[in-house]
């Protein structure tokens, strides 16, 4: 388990890296950071390291206060992005190396490296030099050193980030699978909302040194608790739409929707559905938005519409069925199936 209290880091020049952080992370939890570039994750992932010490906070790893411990003796192994391994040794050395430091005798530690590199596929590699591995046989490496150690959490720093995206993918689904079976409690930086919510039990999203939403990833995806959230995840963005209470109804660009309960004319709302989340209808309804078809853009199996409004509003954008999709000019109505409504920026309720 991962405590953290109140932690906060600004580094000189008065940046405010961490701002007020407070967190639990189960055993055996695969959480992810997730947040724009600059949020803070690899602060805060450095400072569970030991590798930054926090300007005030504390923080536990089962009971004990690391905070004033060196990152050798808090029992975390990290994986970077680079992954760090040695140019100079083969792989049964890289793996080893930790046990080496930890004084494990030689016929021990080169057992335990060829165990580990079992695990991961790597027997017929072992006595290769990183040089002559692919980037995804050198991140199974890394990967395969960290287990080595046995420590009490893994942390990751956007360990796939230098993968091709084929590759990326096949790595997930390995490190997720491998996850499962250690079930070693696991914290993992990423910018890849998509990487976020395939990974992770838990995700927090970040923005300037806060967590702004800790859940689950069906928490932060069907509930964002804010439109920064909102915008943030999704594999095409949410439709973010200004909306008025008036004459008993949510006036919602072109769309007049039932008025949920508890609203007072001028509250500044958002009203924001997923392009996922709504159909098309090619007749005219008073509950749905009215557009022309501006741009087709094919997703493979889907596609994405860019419906553009006669005025006023930004455009709306919504998937359908690949070959479903009218062609550019005709006019259309994207009717919604599953919203969700914001106050002053803040989730009110889900519709
Ligand atoms: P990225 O996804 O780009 O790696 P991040 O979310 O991991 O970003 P951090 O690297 O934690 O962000 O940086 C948080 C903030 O702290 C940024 O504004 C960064 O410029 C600043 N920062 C990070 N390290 C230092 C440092 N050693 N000295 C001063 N400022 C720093």
New binding site residues.
Partial sequence: MITLHDLT?V???G?H?LDGIDLTIADGEFFALL??????????L?TIAGLETPTTGRVHINTTDVTALPPGRRDVAMVFQDYAIFPHMDVTTNIAYPLRVKKVPRAERTAKAADVAARLSLTALLHRRPAELSGGQQQRVALARAIACHPAAFLFD?PLSNLDARLRLEARTFLKRLQRELAVTTVF?T?DQAEALALADRIAV?SQ?RMIQVGTPADIFHRPATTFVASFIGSTPMNLLPAHPADGALHVAGATLPLPAGLTPGDPLTYGVRPEYMDLSLTPRPDAFPGTISVLENLGTHTLVTLEPGTGTTHIQLVVPEGAEPPIGTPAWAVPRRALLYRDGTLLTTL
């Fill in positions: 880091k580094f000189p020049g940046v890296a947040g724009p570039s600059g949020c803070g994750k690899t602060t805060l450095r956007e930086v910018h970040m040194g």
